[in-house]
């Protein structure tokens, strides 16, 4: 742990795992190295390797499988890449990160809230409002998902008399005459 301390993690990775090859029934260097495993993961998700960070946090979660924090941590790599993706406009790769988000934690409010956005974005109203509710459902707190789906509920009874054409990648909403 002392190397861990020192920001050394690839030297104290390897150290545990030599003393866990030695004995690998010693519940507490597999802990240890578990616990060394999601250090590195976060480390590695704060400076945007999401990938190294999954690889890392699955890891300790192998090693560790009752810490339901891990699972949840892996959920939050996975967020934090989805909002990546969906900061560059890559709502399909966002959802494929949001699948994996769901398998570890799905009870995490901000699954939902993305979720919503991706559908808001897309013009589905039934999913956003949905997956909204599912937000607030899990956390009442949330001030701003709850003007979200007021404003959402307005646009949607304006729209209702509304005439729809979609040409090519565009969808015009217009009154009929």
Excluded at 97 to 126: F, S, T
Excluded at 139 to 164: A, C, G, H, T, W
């Amino acid at each position: 742990m002392e190397l861990a301390d020192q920001g050394l993690w690839d030297e104290a990775i390897e150290t545990e795992k030599r003393a866990c090859d030695v004995e690998p029934e010693v519940e507490r260097i597999k802990k240890a190295l578990a616990y060394l495993y999601n250090s590195r993961g976060m480390e590695y998700q704060d400076a945007g390797e999401f990938e190294k960070s999954v690889r890392d946090l699955k890891a300790a979660l192998d090693l560790s499988p009752e810490e339901s924090i891990l699972k949840k941590n892996i959920a939050a790599v996975y967020l934090s890449w989805a909002y990546k993706f969906f900061g560059d406009s890559q709502y399909s790769n966002a959802e494929r990160m949001l699948v994996h988000v769901d398998h570890y934690d799905d009870q995490n409010p901000y699954l939902y809230i993305m979720r919503g956005d991706i559908a808001y974005l897309r013009d589905n109203y039934y999913p956003t409002k949905e997956n909204w509710e599912k937000a607030l459902k899990l956390n009442p707190s949330l001030y701003q998902i709850r003007m979200k789906l007021e404003k959402l509920k307005k646009e949607r009874d304006i729209e209702r008399n509304f005439s729809v054409r979609e040409i090519e990648n565009f969808k015009l909403k217009f009154e009929g005459i």
